[in-house]
């Protein structure tokens, strides 16, 4: 077992409110479809997070769990590649958070800006629990249970992956140091051999002194690759090489996901609460139809009165779907009134709705193939709980709350 870093391993997660939509896609979904052949991917829907905000009314929670892996598959993640699971599967989820919320202070909850932009913003809810309070702190859990290189997030969870490094520097500041520590490395470098301790000590030094990242990196992999070590060894010459003691937690970083801005119906940002969405599933009769009465440039009343497509919610939507000879078409047409704005969106509707359409088709398809479904995500658990209980183990041994 090891809780080194996994340098290719990526880890986020996705609450179940509704469907999905366009806005839901385009800010995060298509990034994870290319991520996932990129790196070892780990996705999740954070059921739990749900609660945080819906805790009264939870009837349709399975519903949505379900529709978001749909929507998922239908947008193109793949279980051959990717890890799919649900948070709520994984129970060590809620351990981990138990544990890091007894280092937590307060204060870092508390001081946290969706804490209270979050309670102002839905007013009608009374947010003044302890589940929301630690919305942040639960999501630490979740990315660190995994000890993943990277989080694929908008900029709206930024500072979520930056309390999570904050706990992990914590934790491993109070968990990842031994009293002997100094002479258990001495001995685990002689446990090297003659030559690999050489080329250890020599490697550390070069880095310590020249702060050489390559120097650093054919320390770890000389310390990874040699199998004649313990684990616990190989955590602590990990560690020795940065400094200190040993990281049980590696600290994530933030991977952001490049966003293009995705215009509801009504030109402002597409959003669930706007009422303004077209859903990865909708019917596309009547997408297209919503696309055709979408709000255009408000100065293009007449046909005849020239538009700026910079003032245009439908030219997001070209700049999106559209390729550069089409853009220039609507960006010369409109500014002149060459083209009318029904002229202007039809190729962007085409693109769009044929995409609806694809997406539409092969939910339909796993949708008529519940069982493949649950084998999904059941085996997601599975394989999500294998690498949670290895970090899991480690946490409880340091922690002394296992002996050994
Ligand atoms: N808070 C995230 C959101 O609302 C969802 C989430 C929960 C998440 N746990 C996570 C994202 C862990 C990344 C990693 O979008
Ligand atoms: Fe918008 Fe196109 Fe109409 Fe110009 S022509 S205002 S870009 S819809």
Redesign the pocket.
Known sequence: MSVTPQTRRV?????PTGPLHLGNYHG?LRNWVELQYQYDCYF?V?DW?ALTTGYEDTGRLQEFIHTVVVDWLAAGLNPGVATLFV?SHVPEHAELHLLLSMITPLSWLERVPTYKDQQAQLKEKDLATYGFLG??L??SA??LLYRPAY????E??VA??EITREVARRFNHFYGREPDFEAKVEKAIKGLGGRNATLYRDLRRTWQETGAGDALERARTLVQDNNRITVADRERLLGYLEGGGVSILPEPQVLLTPTPRVPGLDGRKMSKSYGNTIGLRDDPDTVEKKLRAMVTDPARVRRTDPGDPDKCPVWDLHRIYSDETTRQWVNEGCRSAGIGCLDCKKPMIDKLVAQIRGMRKRAQEFEEQPDLISGIVSEGAEKAREAARETLDEVRRVMHLRAG
């Not at 880890?11 to 609450?15: A, Q, V, W």
């Not at 989080?151 to 908008?154: A, D, F």
């Open positions: 880890l986020s997660g996705m609450r995060a999740f954070a997070h948070q919305y942040p639960l999501q979740d990315i989080v694929p997030v908008g709206d969870q979520h992956v």
